[in-house]
């Protein structure tokens, strides 16, 4: 069964934050707690801390975007987007990468692996001057096989961690500081000039790599606009039936296209499980697969399960579950095949990734239904109020270096990830993205297009290892561009940053069971197996047995280490 | 072993069985003999032993000292030896978690369900089977009722949810002519009798296989002599058939007590997400879900507890241990064979 159908493929990445990183927090805890807890640290550093371990910023000259970047609330960004690639691709990288250095990876895929050796591999094998194997894994079970690896201390020389998965790793602060290279004596400050391409990954970015005030994570898809994803609804169908997607401003709206939208004789049902992407409508604090904090009017701590908000979600997915307007098999839990129902219009409406919206999606989209077209809703609060957007860390997602390796290899890696990272319109990018011209790409207009071979061995492997500011590029599929960045230019003029923005915290780990055990209770209650009140007993069984120990811990982070605003 | 192997081979026949001292004691049993002679006789079938022996002590028996850490709060980055030991706190916790009590009745609810709907299907099933006299058409039912036990759970889930599902054919079709759908799938109420059916159209055919065997080794001629004296079917049935399965269905009796904590994990994980923990959390998956854990979407897991984990395991296995010495003594007393001769 694969997870929340979110957390998939490519830009995604930008969709997740971490929770993580530690200073000595013993202190803190003592205050709350005995037990496993008390023991441990939970990874926090303080904001000075973590300026002084950041690299400098350096943007990078190499393309000018054809929609640039928008400026929105609370510092969020749009990401520039690109219609054509550059004719002439600049040079971002001069003198040798590697030298000639043998390297194990790991990294997360959604999709089918590769075969090893393939014509992708070697092109950035030779590019790069040494010899990089990467070892794909499924990312849907990817948080199971780093837990693996973290309690056996089988950790390979280059491991992507996505920030949601940490939560999954037994004290991961404790495990960053045992198995990965502090890279601060190699990229803090203007250290990191030697390697140009990662200088221009935004400060924002490197921010949540910090770990107990330590450097350690390389930030993958790095963007100023970070969103967890949004709902989606078929704009064809919409179409055809003439309605129209911006007259849709609250749930109560949203819940009516239920019957309008549903044909049980053809199959066709108006919702798909819209899962934990309702929690922006319905303004619930919410932060990398968990619920996060706010301070109520009283000045007191509240978890995102005890905001009243949280009530109108569950009667809302509730009352959707029960309506029969949503399709039976997401009620069955079968999530893995979310976006083929949603591709052969077997589902109107759809929530996932903001990455769900690109090129190959249409692709796919068309195979199924030949009119497929994607569009997103406009933000929208759950009362027809004000919409707000929790911001996500600029990346969700790093890379680390394994402590074992020598400073000759960290930097011939460092090197390596510098090339990695070149920004959109080099010529490095092509051959880190697209591999080698002829063999799997061709040069058209509009950008490099895969042809059959790069179709078949070009997937994200690479570049969930390093990567440049994220941008927004669909070779040939225009529309989808503009579209996508319509969305987040909107989308951040909304953003917020919520409590604990960016930093790494790892909970006491006694307080999992119960937040495992009120989810599962969650999850009966979206899909109308209980009832609401059942949701609350669960709430103050989870009180009394974690959320209040929280409490005492976020209250004792935010006095010590502030929080993150 | 080669070296064994070859010296053996320079054995002389004769000596194997002991000569002529004890020749007169190749009884069944070999009742009489020590066991140094009864080892040499026995020799090449012990050597043929040792292959699956290594396998069981690498495999079964090694990994075994890991129970230790159901007795610390196991640290991942201290490893077992140093982590701190706290004896039965994570058997309290756990003893005192409803969670943990729910899913124990769960398993306990489930495996009863398949004791009375599941166990007698094969044996039914292999009667009907022994009844069917063209060779033909014998191993063509055979074959079919044998061949879903190599699908794995989730085809066999799959292909129930095509079926059965709120939009499989059934409802599809049910819903084309404006009647209600037939929720099956994702009602957590009748989740024990679905997880049955699926066990049944699963394991049903494979288990058959052994009954067949005990109803090939009744003697025809008991049959011959039965029905020249005049008894009917039912007779033959009642008197010969069903005694002489007897004693492999208590030893079949016996192996599913012991199992009986066992009521299927993959099937219980993947269709969690369908009718929700309440009704699909059973022993083992608690004990995964909550002392490994993983990313299964809304059902993810915050944080691994191997320890929590491990206590749990670990009462499931002494549980099942009791109960399968438990319904082995019960087979004695009855006078069957149960797990081994008495």
């Known amino acids: 069964m694969a997870p929340s159908h979110g957390f998939t493929r490519r830009q995604v990445f930008r969709t997740s934050a971490a929770v993580g990183g530690a200073i000595a927090a013993a202190p803190l805890l003592s205050a709350c707690g005995s037990g496993k807890a008390s023991t441990k640290n939970s990874g926090v550093a303080d904001t000075n801390t973590v300026k002084s371990v950041i690299p400098t910023y350096k943007a990078s000259t190499a393309v000018t975007a054809d929609i640039p970047s928008v400026q929105g609330a609370n510092g969020a960004a749009s990401d520039p987007a690109f219609l054509t690639f550059p004719a002439s691709p600049a040079k971002s990288v001069t003198g040798p990468v590697g030298s000639g250095g043998s390297y194990q990876a790991v990294t997360p895929l959604w999709g089918s692996v590769p075969p090893p050796g393939n014509s992708y591999y070697t092109a950035v094998n030779q590019a790069i001057g040494a010899t990089l194997t990467d070892s794909p894994s499924d990312g849907t079970t990817y948080a199971t096989m780093l837990a693996t690896r973290f309690a056996s201390g089988n950790i390979p020389d280059w491991l992507d961690v996505p920030g949601w998965n940490v939560s999954a790793i037994q004290n991961f602060a404790e495990g960053v500081d045992k198995y990965f290279k502090d890279l601060t004596p190699f990229l803090a400050g203007d250290k990191v000039l030697d390697y140009p391409n990662l200088a221009a990954i935004p400060t924002g970015g490197w921010q949540a790599g910090v770990w107990n005030g330590k450097l350690y994570g390389i930030p993958l898809w790095t963007s100023a606009g970070n969103f967890p994803g949004m709902l989606f609804y078929r704009g064809d169908i919409f179409k055809a039936a003439g309605i129209d997607a911006s007259s849709i401003n609250s749930a109560d709206k949203l819940k009516a296209l239920g019957p309008e939208l549903t044909v049980k004789s053809k199959g066709q049902y108006a919702f798909e499980d819209l899962t934990y992407y309702l929690y922006q409508i319905f303004n619930i604090p919410f932060s990398n697969g968990h619920t996060g904090w706010k301070r109520d009017s009283s000045g007191k701590l509240v978890n995102g399960y005890e905001t009243p908000e949280y009530l109108e979600f569950l009667n809302f997915a509730n009352s959707l579950a029960a309506s029969g307007w949503v399709h039976p098999d997401a009620l069955a839990g079968d999530s893995s095949k979310a976006k083929n129902r949603f591709w052969a219009g077997k589902t109107v409406i759809t929530a996932d990734g903001t990455g769900a919206w690109n090129k190959s999606d249409a692709q796919s989209g068309t195979a199924a239904n030949p009119g497929y077209v994607r569009q997103g809703f406009k933000l929208f609060a759950f009362d027809g109020g004000k919409p707000s957007l929790a911001l996500y860390p600029a990346a969700g997602m790093f890379s680390y270096l394994n402590k074992k390796l020598n400073d000759d290899q960290v930097k011939e890696l460092l090197r390596i990830a510098n090339y990695l990272a070149a920004p959109f319109g080099t010529q490095e990018y092509l051959t880190a993205r697209y591999g080698k011209e002829g063999t799997t790409y061709t040069m058209t207009p509009s950008g490099p297009i895969l042809n059959d071979e790069g179709n078949k061995v070009v997937t994200d492997t690479f570049d969930q290892l390093a990567n440049c500011q994220a941008v927004t590029f669909n070779a040939g599929a225009d529309q989808i561009t503009k579209d996508y960045a319509a969305w987040q230019a909107d989308a951040v003029q909304h953003a917020y940053k919520p409590m604990f923005y960016a930093m790494n915290i790892t909970e006491p780990a006694e307080t999992a069971k119960a937040t495992t055990a009120l989810e599962a209770v969650v999850t009966d209650v979206r899909m109308g197996r209980k009832g609401v009140s059942d949701y609350q007993a669960a709430l103050t069984t989870w009180q009394n047995s974690a959320g209040n120990t929280l409490r005492t811990f976020y209250e004792g982070v935010a006095k010590q280490y502030g929080t993150g605003n | ?342």
């Open chain 2, 1 to 342: 072993m080669a070296a064994i192997t070859t010296q053996e081979a320079k054995t002389p026949p004769r000596r194997r069985f002991g000569g002529a001292r004890t020749g007169g004691g190749r009884t069944a049993r070999g009742g009489g003999m020590n066991w140094r002679i009864r080892l040499r006789r026995d020799k090449s079938l012990v050597l043929m032993t040792v292959p699956a022996l290594i396998l069981l002590l690498l495999f079964n028996y090694l990994p075994m000292a890991g129970i230790i850490v159901a007795f610390e709060h196991y640290d991942i980055y201290q490893g077992i030896v140093n982590s701190d030991f706290v004896g039965l706190g994570e058997f309290r916790e756990l003893l005192a978690n409803p969670d943990f009590w729910h899913a124990f009745e769960n398993t306990l609810v489930i495996s009863f369900v398949q004791l009375i709907l599941y166990f007698p299907v094969p044996i039914a099933l292999a009667l009907l089977v022994n009844t069917i006299l063209s060779t033909r058409a014998r191993a063509f039912i055979q074959a079919v009722v044998y061949l879903p036990h190599f699908f794995s759970f989730v085809l066999v889930i799959t292909i129930f949810q095509e079926f059965l599902g709120g939009a499989g054919v059934l409802n599809v079709f049910l819903n084309r002519h404006g009647i209600s759908s037939w929720d099956v799938m994702t009602n957590p109420h009748t989740f024990k009798y679905l997880v049955t059916a699926q066990a049944v159209w699963k394991e049903a055919g494979w288990g058959l296989i052994v009954f067949l065997a005990a109803l090939a080794a009744i003697d025809p001629a008991l049959y011959e002599s039965a029905a020249v004296d005049g008894a009917g079917r039912w007779r033959r049935m009642r008197h010969i058939t069903l005694p002489g399965l007897r004693g492999i269905v208590v030893l079949m009796l016996v192996l599913r007590l012991g199992n009986a904590l066992s009521v299927g994990f993959e099937q219980m994980l993947i269709q969690r997400q369908a009718v929700g923990a309440g009704a699909a959390d059973v022993l083992d998956t608690y004990s995964y879900i909550y002392g490994i854990g993983g990313g299964f979407g809304s059902a993810a897991t915050f944080g691994a507890d191997y320890s929590y984990g491990a206590a749990a395991g670990l009462f499931k296995a002494v549980l099942s241990l009791i109960l399968i010495l438990g319904a082995n003594k019960l087979a004695h007393a009855f006078g069957e064979d149960g797990l081994y001769r008495k």
